[in-house]
T-cell receptor, first 111, second 114 residues
């Protein structure tokens, strides 16, 4: 079984809709991250969390919010989706040595 | 702010050719360095990492990277590429041991022709 899972894997939605992307991990890591990947831009950090009570904004947090429901779960929400949020979204966890383990990604299309 | 640059956007090689992908970062302090690979349609996987010690790091699938502190570089190499190495390669850096400034480069797409 995968250590980091994301649901849904693909989602098409319309402008203005609220969307939640979910991430679960079985690695027992405290640290979790949300990134978006755009062609030619690599991965950019949206939010990160070092434990259930510690949530921090990343480089591009505007238009996004997160919830850390438990050590194993970290959700990303788009309160009102817009077309330029069309991207591939990755969740990751990290161990104390900073190596990051990635989920399979969620491809989100906002029409 | 920390930044990571990768020299090439797209590299095209024939099988058995040697590979070197450049990576430079901007932070002057202690860093942890990583190369990740993303095969088509898949998530990122760790190729290799450098935290300290021998600056020549060996990773999976015959890849290696050399950390040159004076040049702020961490270039990825492979002596003989295979078609299965076709993927996108990302260099990443953290500037300390806490992980919050985990910065990725824009990626280099490698196409290996059979």
């Amino acid at each position: 079984d995968a250590d980091v899972t994301q649901t849904p894997r693909n989602r098409i939605t319309k402008t203005g809709k609220r969307i939640m992307l979910e991430c679960s991990q079985t690695k027992g890591h405290d640290r979790m991250y949300w990134y978006r990947q755009d062609p030619g831009l690599g991965l950019r950090l949206i939010y990160y969390s070092f434990d259930v009570k510690d949530i921090n904004k990343g480089e591009i947090s505007d238009g996004y919010s997160v919830s850390r429901q438990a050590q194993a779960k970290f959700s990303l929400s788009l309160e009102s989706a817009i077309p330029n949020q069309t991207a591939l979204y990755f969740c990751a966890t990290s161990d104390p040595y900073n190596e990051q383990f990635f989920g399979p990604g969620t491809r989100l299309t906002v029409l | 702010a920390q930044s990571v640059s990768q020299h090439n956007h797209h590299v095209i090689l024939s099988e058995a050719a040697s590979l070197e992908l450049g990576c430079n970062y901007s932070y002057g302090g202690t860093v942890n360095l990583f190369w990740y690979v993303q095969y088509p349609g898949q998530h990122l996987q760790l190729l290799l990492k450098y935290f300290s010690g021998d600056p020549l790091v060996k990773g999976i699938k015959g890849f290696e990277a050399e950390f040159i502190k004076s040049k702020f570089s961490f270039n990825l190499r492979k002596p003989s590429v295979q078609w299965s190495d076709t993927a996108e390669y990302f260099c990443a850096v953290t500037e300390n041991n806490y992980g919050q400034n985990f910065v990725f480069g824009p990626g280099t797409r490698l196409s290996v022709l059979p």
